[in-house]
């Protein structure tokens, strides 16, 4: 019988199919996933201006995703600890594959592709081992898993393909956990979350850690910007009352730089930056802490805060252009100079960029 799938790789294959590329959906700027009011979750495409351009059903709440290079297809992730992922068709909905998480393991809430679109990496938690997986999906055969290996650390979370598309970075949080023990973190007084440079092949290329007095900071969240610089957001496991800097910049062969407002204004964030973006020039980096309703603009070449600006429950931040688009649980879409638009939905905590 055909499947539908293989009747979709003909059409492809003899030129008859019609694009199936982002402009087929409205060519949205990021994803994220929320809630809608009648409580269902969707994945939805969002533009820099505001515009939702779609939404389709997730079978549960989802965290992160993941957007095909080329196609009008994303893979939504489950909140971690989810063992599900699906693969779906923006356009309608469909779902194209189902992901789920080997024995003895779940997934994170992000993944990356290839350049080419033709392999999916997952972050991964090998439960049992304590050790942080990179799992690895032959997208062409229907998202088939085809291998693995190591993050280079302890529950990798943020995973993002490198600008020079041969090689992963990754957020190793640190932090140890175990399904049967809810969201419990096992591993606190030993903690140590590291950035992990990896070949497409799972080579460790470099291995960038934090003093061990900001060992109890869990690396988070990442965003990448063209000349290869890395942000990443952190959030304390340890005292509130420590206020330690909870956003990093870093580039391979150097140490990593921590960014600070004030003591004061990072104890707002409440340790908890929830995502982080560069600005589209890469000039700018911030990061947003829906439990402090606060946001922090820096500029990267001095450290220096340039901005602090106040939003009740925001965590998605995406970079356009010099600036930035940022979305709240309570529905805003908006930008440091005042509100874009407002929808009946729940943001949820990332925006994801599509290379339309």
Not at 26 to 42: C, E, K, M, Y
Not at 241 to 261: C, E, F, M
Not at 292 to 309: C, E, M, N, R, Y
């Amino acid at each position: 019988m055909t499947t539908r799938r293989r009747l979709l790789a003909g059409l492809a294959a003899s030129s008859l199919m019609p694009s199936l590329g982002w402009s087929s959906v409205g060519t949205p700027d990021f994803l994220s996933a929320a809630r809608r009011a009648d409580g269902q979750f969707v994945l939805a495409g969002l533009t820099r201006k505001g515009d939702v351009t779609f939404t389709i059903a997730l079978p549960a709440r989802g965290h992160a995703a993941a957007a095909h290079p080329d196609r009008a297809e994303a893979v939504a992730f489950a909140r971690r600890p989810g063992t599900f992922a699906v693969v779906l068709d923006c356009r309608d909905g469909t779902v194209l594959a189902r992901l789920t998480a080997p024995a003895e393991r779940h997934f994170y809430g992000h993944g990356a592709f290839s350049a080419d679109g033709k392999r999916l990496y997952t972050s991964e938690n090998d439960y049992e081992a304590g050790l942080g997986i990179i799992g690895v999906w032959d997208v062409e055969a229907g998202y088939r898993r085809i291998g693995e290996f190591a993050s280079g650390g302890v529950g990798p979370h943020d995973i993002k393909l490198m600008p020079d598309g041969r090689s992963l970075v990754v957020a190793n949080g640190g932090i140890e956990t175990h399904p049967d023990m809810g969201r419990t973190k096992l591993n606190l007084p030993v903690m140590q979350p590291s950035l992990s440079y990896l070949s497409l092949d799972g080579d460790l290329l470099e291995d960038v850690t934090l003093p061990w007095a900001q060992h109890k900071n869990s690396i988070r969240h990442l965003a990448l910007h063209a000349d290869g610089t890395v942000a990443f957001a952190m959030q304390w496991q340890g005292a509130l009352k420590d206020s330690p800097p909870l956003l990093g910049l870093h580039q391979r062969g150097t140490p990593p730089r921590l960014l600070s407002v004030s003591q004061d204004s990072d104890r707002r964030l409440n340790g908890y930056a929830g995502s982080v973006s560069l600005s589209g020039d890469g000039a700018q980096v911030a990061i947003t802490s829906p439990r402090g309703g606060i946001l922090h603009v820096f500029d990267v070449t001095s450290g220096a805060a340039v901005a602090v600006h106040e939003a009740t429950d925001v965590c998605g931040i995406g970079g356009v252009g010099q600036g930035f688009v940022y979305t709240t649980g309570g529905g805003l879409v908006g930008t440091l100079n005042g509100a874009l638009q407002r929808h009946d939905l729940q943001w949820d905590n990332h925006l994801i960029a599509v290379s339309a």
